[in-house]
Protein backbone atom coordinates (compact mmCIF):
# COMPACT_ATOMS: atom_id res chain seq x y z
CA UNK A 1 0.00 0.00 0.00
CA UNK A 2 1.33 3.63 -0.75
CA UNK A 3 2.68 5.63 2.09
CA UNK A 4 0.53 8.45 2.38
CA UNK A 5 1.54 11.62 3.95
CA UNK A 6 -1.09 13.79 4.68
CA UNK A 7 -0.35 17.71 5.02
CA UNK A 8 -1.64 19.09 8.26
CA UNK A 9 -5.53 21.15 7.59
CA UNK A 10 -6.98 24.08 9.99
CA UNK A 11 -8.97 21.10 11.35
CA UNK A 12 -5.90 19.49 12.50
CA UNK A 13 -5.34 22.77 14.61
CA UNK A 14 -7.64 24.35 17.70
CA UNK A 15 -5.74 27.05 17.68
CA UNK A 16 -3.54 28.95 15.94
CA UNK A 17 -2.22 32.59 16.24
CA UNK A 18 -0.78 34.65 13.20
CA UNK A 19 2.26 37.51 14.57
CA UNK A 20 0.17 38.44 17.27
CA UNK A 21 1.13 41.46 18.46
CA UNK A 22 -0.47 43.34 21.84
CA UNK A 23 0.38 46.66 23.21
CA UNK A 24 -1.12 48.53 26.73
CA UNK A 25 -0.99 51.94 26.43
CA UNK A 26 -0.26 54.31 24.25
CA UNK A 27 2.97 57.14 23.33
CA UNK A 28 5.21 56.53 26.16
CA UNK A 29 3.63 54.19 28.68
CA UNK A 30 2.91 51.61 25.77
CA UNK A 31 4.16 48.59 26.69
CA UNK A 32 4.37 45.65 24.48
CA UNK A 33 3.08 42.34 26.46
CA UNK A 34 3.68 40.15 23.09
CA UNK A 35 5.41 40.45 19.87
CA UNK A 36 4.65 38.90 16.96
CA UNK A 37 4.17 35.41 18.30
CA UNK A 38 3.08 32.67 15.40
CA UNK A 39 2.34 29.27 16.66
CA UNK A 40 -0.49 26.80 16.03
CA UNK A 41 -1.77 24.01 18.92
CA UNK A 42 -2.58 20.69 17.12
CA UNK A 43 -5.98 19.18 18.37
CA UNK A 44 -5.55 17.03 21.38
CA UNK A 45 -2.69 18.02 22.69
CA UNK A 46 -1.80 19.82 26.11
CA UNK A 47 0.78 22.55 26.17
CA UNK A 48 2.17 24.37 28.78
CA UNK A 49 3.16 28.10 28.48
CA UNK A 50 5.94 29.29 30.58
CA UNK A 51 8.34 32.59 31.40
CA UNK A 52 9.89 34.93 33.66
CA UNK A 53 7.28 37.26 35.14
CA UNK A 54 5.38 39.66 32.82
CA UNK A 55 7.06 37.78 29.78
CA UNK A 56 3.25 37.77 28.41
CA UNK A 57 1.92 34.79 29.07
CA UNK A 58 -1.62 35.48 30.72
CA UNK A 59 -1.63 37.82 27.76
CA UNK A 60 -1.36 35.03 25.44
CA UNK A 61 -3.63 32.57 26.83
CA UNK A 62 -6.55 35.90 26.79
CA UNK A 63 -5.60 36.43 23.40
CA UNK A 64 -5.52 32.89 22.06
CA UNK A 65 -9.16 32.27 24.30
CA UNK A 66 -10.72 35.53 22.59
CA UNK A 67 -10.87 37.14 26.31
CA UNK A 68 -8.73 39.96 24.75
CA UNK A 69 -8.12 41.56 21.51
CA UNK A 70 -4.30 41.50 20.01
CA UNK A 71 -3.20 45.13 18.82
CA UNK A 72 -2.38 43.11 15.43
CA UNK A 73 -2.24 39.74 13.74
CA UNK A 74 -4.72 37.02 13.62
CA UNK A 75 -5.91 34.06 16.33
CA UNK A 76 -7.95 31.36 14.98
CA UNK A 77 -10.50 29.19 16.85
CA UNK A 78 -10.59 25.75 14.43
CA UNK A 79 -11.64 27.85 11.55
CA UNK A 80 -13.25 30.82 13.31
CA UNK A 81 -10.77 34.23 12.71
CA UNK A 82 -11.46 36.16 15.54
CA UNK A 83 -11.06 39.68 14.90
CA UNK A 84 -13.86 39.12 12.15
CA UNK A 85 -16.27 39.20 15.06
CA UNK A 86 -17.99 41.61 17.18
CA UNK A 87 -18.43 41.42 20.87
CA UNK A 88 -21.47 39.54 20.70
CA UNK A 89 -20.41 36.77 18.18
CA UNK A 90 -17.04 36.62 20.42
CA UNK A 91 -18.57 35.76 23.17
CA UNK A 92 -20.75 33.55 21.59
CA UNK A 93 -17.75 31.53 19.94
CA UNK A 94 -15.74 31.51 23.79
CA UNK A 95 -18.81 30.35 25.32
CA UNK A 96 -19.47 27.58 22.22
CA UNK A 97 -15.40 26.39 21.95
CA UNK A 98 -13.60 27.22 25.32
CA UNK A 99 -13.68 26.01 29.12
CA UNK A 100 -11.99 28.19 31.35
CA UNK A 101 -10.09 27.49 34.76
CA UNK A 102 -8.64 29.81 36.67
CA UNK A 103 -6.26 29.59 39.93
CA UNK A 104 -8.95 31.14 41.79
CA UNK A 105 -11.81 28.80 41.06
CA UNK A 106 -14.24 31.25 40.45
CA UNK A 107 -17.35 29.53 41.91
CA UNK A 108 -20.27 30.67 43.00
CA UNK A 109 -20.98 30.24 46.76
CA UNK A 110 -24.94 30.62 46.78
CA UNK A 111 -24.72 27.61 44.26
CA UNK A 112 -24.78 23.89 45.02
CA UNK A 113 -21.67 21.98 42.80
CA UNK A 114 -24.32 20.45 40.49
CA UNK A 115 -25.89 24.48 39.94
CA UNK A 116 -22.46 25.64 39.37
CA UNK A 117 -21.43 23.13 36.87
CA UNK A 118 -24.38 23.75 34.93
CA UNK A 119 -24.19 27.47 35.11
CA UNK A 120 -22.76 27.73 31.44
CA UNK A 121 -25.27 25.99 30.05
CA UNK A 122 -28.18 27.76 31.54
CA UNK A 123 -26.02 31.06 30.23
CA UNK A 124 -25.89 29.69 26.90
CA UNK A 125 -29.36 28.81 27.41
CA UNK A 126 -28.87 24.98 26.44
CA UNK A 127 -31.01 21.98 28.12
CA UNK A 128 -28.80 20.42 30.90
CA UNK A 129 -27.97 16.66 29.97
CA UNK A 130 -28.15 15.33 33.31
CA UNK A 131 -26.68 12.08 32.32
CA UNK A 132 -23.85 13.70 30.73
CA UNK A 133 -23.27 15.82 34.77
CA UNK A 134 -23.26 13.29 36.07
CA UNK A 135 -20.80 11.46 33.87
CA UNK A 136 -18.28 15.26 33.85
CA UNK A 137 -18.68 14.93 37.60
CA UNK A 138 -18.05 11.37 38.00
CA UNK A 139 -15.06 11.87 36.10
CA UNK A 140 -13.50 14.93 38.30
CA UNK A 141 -14.18 12.57 41.41
CA UNK A 142 -16.92 14.10 42.95
CA UNK A 143 -20.07 12.11 41.60
CA UNK A 144 -21.17 12.41 45.96
CA UNK A 145 -21.34 15.89 46.16
CA UNK A 146 -23.78 17.51 44.00
CA UNK A 147 -25.60 19.22 46.52
CA UNK A 148 -22.75 20.55 48.38
CA UNK A 149 -21.79 24.12 48.23
CA UNK A 150 -18.16 25.54 47.32
CA UNK A 151 -17.40 26.56 51.08
CA UNK A 152 -17.87 22.83 52.21
CA UNK A 153 -15.30 21.57 49.52
CA UNK A 154 -11.32 21.55 49.82
CA UNK A 155 -9.05 23.74 47.70
CA UNK A 156 -8.43 20.68 45.19
CA UNK A 157 -12.35 19.49 45.06
CA UNK A 158 -13.25 23.31 44.22
CA UNK A 159 -10.84 23.58 41.40
CA UNK A 160 -12.24 19.85 40.07
CA UNK A 161 -15.95 21.82 40.52
CA UNK A 162 -14.09 24.12 38.31
CA UNK A 163 -12.88 21.91 35.45
CA UNK A 164 -16.35 19.79 35.59
CA UNK A 165 -17.93 23.60 34.75
CA UNK A 166 -15.37 23.93 32.20
CA UNK A 167 -16.37 20.75 30.53
CA UNK A 168 -19.95 20.99 30.11
CA UNK A 169 -20.00 22.74 27.37
CA UNK A 170 -17.89 19.95 25.56
CA UNK A 171 -15.37 22.56 24.41
CA UNK A 172 -13.15 22.25 21.63
CA UNK A 173 -10.45 24.15 23.74
CA UNK A 174 -9.67 24.08 27.95
CA UNK A 175 -7.59 27.10 28.80
CA UNK A 176 -5.93 26.95 32.15
CA UNK A 177 -4.41 30.00 34.66
CA UNK A 178 -1.86 28.72 36.55
CA UNK A 179 -4.67 25.91 37.98
CA UNK A 180 -3.03 24.75 40.57
CA UNK A 181 -1.27 27.63 41.90
CA UNK A 182 -3.47 27.79 45.35
CA UNK A 183 -3.22 23.77 45.69
CA UNK A 184 -1.17 21.64 47.86
CA UNK A 185 1.06 18.65 45.69
CA UNK A 186 -1.41 16.01 45.83
CA UNK A 187 -5.03 17.89 44.52
CA UNK A 188 -2.15 19.44 42.03
CA UNK A 189 -1.60 15.44 40.94
CA UNK A 190 -5.43 15.01 40.88
CA UNK A 191 -6.25 18.29 38.76
CA UNK A 192 -3.10 17.60 36.28
CA UNK A 193 -3.89 14.05 35.61
CA UNK A 194 -7.25 15.55 35.02
CA UNK A 195 -6.23 17.85 32.43
CA UNK A 196 -4.24 15.27 30.66
CA UNK A 197 -7.19 12.74 30.52
CA UNK A 198 -8.93 15.79 29.19
CA UNK A 199 -6.72 15.49 26.03
CA UNK A 200 -6.08 11.46 26.20
CA UNK A 201 -9.44 9.93 26.82
CA UNK A 202 -11.78 12.74 25.05
CA UNK A 203 -9.08 14.32 22.50
CA UNK A 204 -9.92 18.25 23.46
CA UNK A 205 -7.06 20.57 23.76
CA UNK A 206 -5.46 22.09 26.96
CA UNK A 207 -3.43 24.97 27.04
CA UNK A 208 -1.88 26.08 30.56
CA UNK A 209 0.32 28.97 31.86
CA UNK A 210 2.19 27.76 35.05
CA UNK A 211 5.19 28.89 36.80
CA UNK A 212 6.36 25.42 37.71
CA UNK A 213 8.48 22.89 35.78
CA UNK A 214 6.72 19.69 37.52
CA UNK A 215 3.62 21.17 36.70
CA UNK A 216 4.31 21.95 32.80
CA UNK A 217 6.16 18.56 32.84
CA UNK A 218 2.12 17.05 32.70
CA UNK A 219 1.97 18.60 29.13
CA UNK A 220 2.84 17.21 25.86
CA UNK A 221 4.90 20.32 24.95
CA UNK A 222 5.88 23.61 26.84
CA UNK A 223 6.58 27.22 24.96
CA UNK A 224 8.81 29.76 26.16
CA UNK A 225 8.00 33.50 26.60
CA UNK A 226 10.69 35.80 27.46
CA UNK A 227 9.88 39.60 26.49
CA UNK A 228 6.49 39.04 24.74
CA UNK A 229 8.57 36.83 22.29
CA UNK A 230 8.33 32.94 21.87
CA UNK A 231 11.94 32.05 23.32
CA UNK A 232 11.59 27.79 22.61
CA UNK A 233 9.83 24.92 23.22
CA UNK A 234 10.41 21.53 24.63
CA UNK A 235 8.65 18.24 23.69
CA UNK A 236 7.76 15.64 26.04
CA UNK A 237 9.34 17.89 29.04
CA UNK A 238 11.06 16.91 31.85
CA UNK A 239 10.77 19.36 35.28
CA UNK A 240 14.69 19.06 34.82
CA UNK A 241 14.93 20.29 31.41
CA UNK A 242 12.02 22.93 31.64
CA UNK A 243 13.66 24.39 34.69
CA UNK A 244 16.82 24.13 33.18
CA UNK A 245 15.48 26.71 29.91
CA UNK A 246 13.75 28.85 32.63
CA UNK A 247 16.75 29.45 34.34
CA UNK A 248 18.45 29.97 31.03
CA UNK A 249 15.19 32.57 30.09
CA UNK A 250 16.86 35.19 33.59
CA UNK A 251 14.71 35.23 36.70
CA UNK A 252 11.47 33.45 37.53
N1 LIG B 1 -4.14 45.57 31.34
C1 LIG B 1 -2.85 45.92 31.25
N2 LIG B 1 -2.47 47.19 31.12
C2 LIG B 1 -1.16 47.54 31.01
N3 LIG B 1 -0.14 46.66 31.01
C3 LIG B 1 -0.47 45.36 31.14
C4 LIG B 1 -1.82 44.92 31.27
N4 LIG B 1 -1.82 43.56 31.40
C5 LIG B 1 -0.51 43.19 31.35
N5 LIG B 1 0.28 44.24 31.19
C6 LIG B 1 1.75 44.23 31.06
O1 LIG B 1 2.07 43.38 29.97
C7 LIG B 1 3.23 42.58 30.27
C8 LIG B 1 2.85 41.09 30.18
O2 LIG B 1 1.93 40.80 31.23
P1 LIG B 1 1.33 39.34 31.48
O3 LIG B 1 0.38 39.44 32.63
O4 LIG B 1 0.82 38.80 30.21
O5 LIG B 1 2.65 38.54 31.90
P2 LIG B 1 2.79 37.14 32.64
O6 LIG B 1 3.95 36.46 31.98
O7 LIG B 1 1.50 36.44 32.68
O8 LIG B 1 3.22 37.62 34.10
P3 LIG B 1 3.11 36.87 35.53
O9 LIG B 1 3.90 35.62 35.42
O10 LIG B 1 3.75 37.85 36.46
O11 LIG B 1 1.65 36.65 35.80
C9 LIG B 1 3.69 43.02 31.64
O12 LIG B 1 4.70 43.99 31.47
C10 LIG B 1 2.46 43.62 32.27
O13 LIG B 1 2.80 44.63 33.20
Redesign the pocket.
Known amino acids: MANVVRRATSADYSIRLGSVSKV??SAKSA?Q?LDTVSIELRRGTFTAVM?P????????LNCAAGLDRPTSGSVWLGDVELSGLDEVQLTEVRRQRIGFIFQAYNLLGALTVEENVMLPLRLADKRTDRKFLREVLTAVGLGDYLKRRPSELSGGQQQRVAIARALINQPDVVVADEPTGALDTRSSRQVLELLRSIVDDRGQTVLM?T?DPVVASFADSVVF?AD?KLAGDLTRPTPEQVAARMTHLGEW
Not at 53 to 60: A, M
Open positions: YGVAGSGSGKSTFVHLG
